[in-house]
């Protein structure tokens, strides 16, 4: 017997207990990177066949998708056509249009390209599609995810 382990009773008191050894702690939770971010336009991409889409994909801009507009010649001329050719390049889907592409963004609706500027804004600048916004009534603050639903609902 260890003499150590003994003492503790030999004086009346209760013999020492070693410790388990601590469980091993949890690894940390990785945030796995969110790349793609789902839309709903607030009025929707009409097609030649007028068939109304709504909803959609954005997907997480990479300095080559900011670089490669400066090159196109409509932007040379027309350098708010930026916004066009940019979005082109980062909406992977429209509705059922997967082919999305300049034409088709300049095809929106105003209202829906300033939803998709912002909405292009929101993700590559903030990370996330939440807006803080505060309740008109009671004047509680809240956030609402700007890209899962109509704006003003």
């Known amino acids: 017997m260890r003499r150590g382990a003994l003492l503790g009773a030999q004086d009346g008191s209760r013999p020492e207990t070693v ?3 601590a469980a091993a702690a949890a690894p940390p939770v990785r945030e796995q990177l969110r790349t793609e971010f789902p839309f709903v336009l607030p009025r929707g991409y009409v097609d030649a066949a007028g068939t109304v889409h709504r909803d959609g ?3 997480l801009a990479t300095a080559r998708d900011e670089l ?3 090159r196109d010649d409509r932007v040379r001329e027309n350098p708010p056509y930026l916004t066009v050719v940019l979005l082109g390049r980062v909406v992977t889907r429209i509705g059922t249009v997967e082919d999305v592409h300049a034409g088709i963004i ?3 609706f105003a209202s829906d390209l300033a939803f998709l500027q912002d909405l292009y804004r929101r993700v590559n600048q903030e990370g996330h599609t939440r807006a803080a916004v505060t309740c008109p009534n009671c004047a509680h603050p809240f956030a609402v995810d ?3 639903g ?4």
């Open 68 to 70: 490669v507009p400066l």
């Open 150 to 153: 109509r704006l003003g609902e």
């Open 19 to 21: 410790a388990a050894p």
């Open 146 to 148: 700007v890209g899962g």
């Open 57 to 59: 994909v954005m997907r």
């Open 106 to 108: 300049e095809n929106l």
